[in-house]
C-alpha cells in the first residue's frame, strides 16, 4: 500500500446561531481567538466542571448551539461524530435540570448501545459539580434489574436507545411526564435502523413545552418531519459538513476479486503504521468469518456485530482504547458511536452501498487532529459505485496498490531493524556473540549471510516451498477469471444455516472439537479468548474456526497438553463449557446416514434451487417441500424434516 500522509482535519470556526436559519461553521483561522466557556453563559459549576476535564476552547457547533439552547430554543444541528456535539446539548441540558426533583427530566435517545453509554458517561462527567444529580443509560442486551432499580431510586437524566426506552415505558418504570429536555442524537441513524416509530411515541409521551435537540449527520425528509412535528422554531446550525469531514482522511480504493479480499486484507494491516484499525463488512456473517480468518493469519483481531453480547463488546473496545487490540472488524450497526483516538486506518472490505454509509465509516480515523487513511476495495464491476462516492464527497480516490508478499517482508524487516539500536544499548549479548562466533566458524558462513537467514527467519519467511501468499492477487493484472461477480454471489449466500466450504486440517494444525456452537452463541473472538487466555496458547497458532450447530471445530498449530486442553476446558463460552477434545471425525447421529467430512463439499448445489448430497441418491430442495428422497423414495414428516434441516446447518456451518 502506497504510504502517503493525510491532511490535517481542518478545525472549523463558529459565529453566533441565526434564528431560523442554517448556520455555517466558519474557517478556523476566522473564529474569535478570545472564544471561551466563559463567554457561552454556562452556571459556574458547569465551567468548573468543564475546566476540570481540560477543555480549554469550545468547538465550534459548542459556540454556536450552547448560547441558543440555554435560552430555551429547539436546536437542529447537522453534525459528524466527533465535533464535540455531546458537550453542545449535554451542558444546556445540565443547566436545565432541578437536582432537588428526584424524577426524570431529560430524556437522551441515541441509535446504538456504545453511543448511550458514552454519551451517558459525557453527561456524568459534566454533572460532578452538581450534588444530588444522576444520570443512568439503558439499552438493550443488558439485564433490566440494575436500569430498574436506578430508575426506582431516581434520576434527572435517561440516555438510551429507543427500544429500551419503550420497554421501560411499558412497565412503567420510565415516565416522561415530566421532561423538560429531549435530545435526538445520530437521528438520521435511528431512523435508518427502523426506531421511526418508537421515537415518534417517546416524544409524543413527553410534554409539548419540553425543549428539543435533534443532531444528525445529515437532513433526509423523514428527519424534517420529525422537526416540523416535535419542534418549535428551532434554531438550525450546521458544521463540519460532509466535504470537510472526509478531506481529513487519504482516500483510496484497490480493486480486488472478492475471494482474494482476506489475503489482500491481511498484507494492508501488515503493513500499516496506524496504531490501530476497523475494517468494515456489511454482514455479522462476514465479520465472523473475516475476523477469524484475520487471527488465523496471525493479526490479533475480533470482530463485533449488532449480536454480539454487551459485556463481549465493551471488552472489545476497551482492548482497541488501550492498545491490546489492533484490528476490529465491524459492521456499520456494531460501529455506530465508537469513539477511538488511536484508530488511523479504515479498511472497507465492500463497498458502502449508500455515499453516506462511506463517510460514516471513514469518520472513525483522522479524528481529534490525528491523521488518516481509508482504503475500499472494489470489484470491477464495482466502478458505478465508487463514482456517487467520489460525486458525494467530492473528492478524487487514488488508486492503491495491494502490498505483496515481498513488500510485507520489507515492512516486518525495517521495524525489526530499528529497534535493533535500542537492543543493542540495553546490553546482556554476550551469548549471542559466542554462540555466534561459534557457529560461524563451525559452518564456515559468512556473518552477512547468517544475518540475512536469521532477518528471513525473523519476519516469518521460510522461503521457497513453504505455504505462501505469493500467488495471491497483488492489483498487478485482472483476467477474466478474477471478476468476482461470481465470487460475490457465492459469498453472499454465507448465511448461518447455508453453504459453507467442510472444514479440512491445514498440515502442522490439529483439529479440536469444543462443546459450543451457534446454538450457544459461540462466536470466534469468544472462543479465541477462551483458548489462548485459559490455555496460555499464543494467537497466532489458533487456525481455522468452525462453528456449528451445537459444536465447534478449532484447529491449533502442533497441538495441545494434557494440561492445557484441563484448562481450556473448563473455560465457558456463552455460559457452558467447552469440554475440548481432539476431533475424531464426524458424529454420526442416531438413525441416519453418515456425514462424510473429506476435504470436499458434503452438499453441492442443485441448479440454484439448494444443496444436493454428492452422488445418485442424496437429498435436495425441490422447492415444494423442504426434503425428499431422489429417485421417488418416501416423503420425511415434519419432525425428521426439521431434524435434516439442522443436521445440513450443524455439518456445513
Sequence with gaps: MTDVAPAHEPTDGASAPADDATVEAAPA??????????????????????????????????????????????VIGVAQTGTG??????????????????????????????????????????????????????????????QEKALRRGVQVVVGTPGRVMDHMRRNTLRLDGVRFAVLDEADEMLRMGF????????SHSPATRQVALFSATMPPAIQRVASEHMDDPVRVSVSPQSSTVKSVHQS???????????ALARVLATTDAEAAIVFVRTRAAAEEVGSELVARGLVASSISGDVPQKEREKIVERLRDGSLKVL?????????LDVDKIGLVVNFDVPREPEAYVHRIGRTGRAGRTGQAITFIGTHERRNLRAIEKATR??????????????????????????????ERGRLDLYRELIA??????EMEPTDLAVALAAMGVGDDGPGTVTEEEEFTGATLTGRDNDRGDR???????????????????????????????????????????????????????????????SLVEIRGGLTGEQLSAIGSARVGGRELRIAEDTGPRRPSGDRPFRRDGERPFRRDNDRGFKRDGDHGFKRDGAKPWRREGGGSRFDSKRRAGSNRRHEDHDG
Excluded: C, W
Design 438 to 443: 561459534e557457529f560461524l566458524a563451525e559452518k
Design 329 to 337: 472488524v465491524a459492521t456499520d450497526v456494531a460501529a455506530r458511536g
Design 395 to 424: 473528492q478524487t480516490l487514488e488508486e492503491a496498490h495491494v502490498p505483496s508478499p515481498r513488500d510485507v517482508s520489507k515492512h516486518r524487516l525495517r521495524s525489526l531493524l530499528g529497534k535493533a539500536p535500542e537492543r543493542l
Design 85 to 146: 456535539k455531546t458537550a453542545a446539548f449535554g451542558l444546556p441540558l445540565l443547566s436545565a435540570m432541578d437536582p432537588a426533583q428526584k424524577s426524570v427530566q431529560a430524556i437522551v435517545l441515541t441509535p446504538t448501545r456504545e453511543l448511550a453509554m458514552q454519551v451517558a458517561d459525557a453527561i456524568t462527567s459534566f454533572a460532578t459539580a452538581i450534588d444530588g444529580l444522576d444520570v443512568v443509560a439503558v439499552y438493550g442486551g443488558s439485564p433490566y434489574g440494575p
Design 29 to 74: 483561522d476566522s473564529a474569535p481567538a478570545e472564544t471561551s466557556f466563559d463567554d457561552l453563559g454556562l452556571s459556574a459549576p458547569l465551567r468548573r466542571a468543564v475546566a476540570d476535564l481540560g477543555f480549554e476552547r469550545p468547538s465550534p457547533i459548542q459556540v454556536q448551539t450552547i448560547p441558543a439552547l440555554l435560552s430555551g430554543r429547539d
Design 196 to 203: 421511526a416509530e418508537d421515537v415518534e411515541e417517546i416524544l
Design 489 to 551: 454471489r457465492g459469498r453472499d449466500r454465507h448465511r448461518d444455516g447455508e453453504s459453507r466450504p467442510a472444514p479440512r486440517t491445514e498440515a502442522g494444525y490439529t483439529a479440536y472439537r469444543i462443546g459450543v456452537g451457534h446454538t450457544h452463541g459461540a462466536r470466534p473472538p469468544g472462543i479465541v479468548g477462551a483458548i489462548t487466555g485459559e490455555g496460555n496458547v499464543n494467537g497466532k497458532d489458533v487456525g481455522k474456526i468452525s462453528i456449528f450447530g451445537n459444536f
Design 253 to 263: 480504493y484497490a480493486v480486488v476479486p472478492f475471494r482474494h479480499r482476506t489475503g
